[in-house]
């Protein structure tokens, strides 16, 4: 088990629009593609359209000039990387879009703006929330705490305060690689001058593209002196993660977030499973990967239907469905002897269709 950190990120990934171009225009669903074309793919498009993007951000964000964010053919293949790592491609060199992939780009309305994309937002703020949990928690308490910080602070607090914590909190893991970089980090940021020049490369790789990664979100805003600011989102997330706990804590901040206020029926409940799960399963296999399903939910509440849904109401529903329907109701376990995937019979999804099990 690894330090919940995000590997494949450096300095000129900057921009998380790359990311939803890549997904969304340079691979088809169903289809196999090699590594090395995605990033061919993904380059094609920035070199034609890249500045009218960034200068159109500038404007948007009432930034003095276009935003940061350009990348080079070498950034393009590592934007592949990234997406596999957070589990929109599938390892390996012929890449496919996973269960969440595909997802993601069932949910595009604009073209590389993520922050206009509600179900793309959703996804990306649990990839941080699950897979980039040791710096994206203390980057967001920083910033909810102090309302707005220059970049120079921000690096400052990372080398004197975050990595201390950080390394503190891995202690228990078996990651050298990722002690032996932050160590080397701070020691040489807080060096002489000369290994200060090195100690601010290698903050930046690790914190800048996380800060502007943030904006694209919608999580904090960029000023148009290019100061970082805590937004009512910031503080919704900072408050999710000091009162909740797992799951529970992507639950809350949409549904506060997106003003998702009205409390799901039992009944509605049901009905939106059944909809998810026949949109999500594929003839002749018909099993439904479970995180999936749940992630389809709620982010169909928050958006469509301005309603929530605990936790609970979904592990109570499963249960009701494995020990009522038990053989026409059928989940499926991974190698770990995790629950993954569910499989319901035709006869449940009619009864389920009209709100009741």
């Known amino acids: ?88 491609l599938t390892k390996g060199s012929e890449k496919e879009l996973t269960d969440m992939g595909r997802l993601f780009q069932s949910y595009r309305n604009s073209v590389f703006l993520i922050e206009k994309n509600p179900g793309q937002q959703i996804l990306m703020l649990d990839s941080l929330l699950t897979k980039d949990k040791i710096i994206f928690t203390k980057l967001i308490r920083k910033l909810s705490n102090a309302k707005i910080l220059e970049k120079m602070e921000i690096f400052s607090w990372f080398a004197n305060e975050c990595i201390p914590e950080i390394l503190n909190e891995i202690k228990e893991y078996d990651d050298e690689d990722l ?30 593209t996380r800060i502007e990664n943030l904006v694209d979100l919608g999580v904090i805003k960029k000023t148009p002196e290019k100061k970082y600011m805590a937004n009512g989102f910031t503080h919704i997330i900072s408050d999710g993660l000091k009162n909740f706990k797992g799951e529970e804590i992507l639950h809350y901040c949409i549904s506060r977030y997106f ?35 749940h992630m389809c939910l709620l982010i169909d509440s928050a958006i469509s239907q301005k309603s929530t849904f605990t936790i609970d109401m979904i592990e109570n529903l499963e249960e009701i469905l494995f020990k009522k329907h038990y053989g026409d109701v059928v989940f499926l376990r991974d190698r770990d002897g995790t629950i993954s995937h569910i499989n319901i019979d035709e006869k449940v999804k009619e009864k389920m269709r009209e709100g009741r099990i």
């Open 259 to 293: 003003n998702s206020t009205k409390k799901l029926s039992k009944t509605q409940l049901i009905k939106n499973y059944i909809k998810q799960y026949d949109d999500l399963a594929n003839y002749p296999i018909e099993s439904v990967y479970l995180p999936t399903l």
């Open 179 to 208: 002690v032996r970089r932050l160590k080397d980090t701070r020691k040489n940021y807080l060096g002489n001058r000369s290994e200060r020049k090195r100690g601010y490369d290698l903050i930046k790789h690790i914190i800048d």
């Open 1 to 88: 088990m690894q330090p919940q950190f995000i590997r494949n990120l450096d300095s000129g990934m900057r921009r998380l629009g790359y990311l939803e171009v890549l997904i969304c225009d340079c691979i088809k669903k169903g289809e196999q593609t090699a590594d090395k074309y995605l990033g061919e793919a993904l380059w094609e498009w920035a070199e034609k359209n890249q500045l009218e993007f960034l200068e159109s951000l500038g404007k948007r964000r009432k930034l003095k000039g276009k935003e940061v964010g350009k990348i080079t053919e070498r950034t393009a293949s590592r934007y592949v990387k990234h997406a596999t790592e957070i589990g929109l």
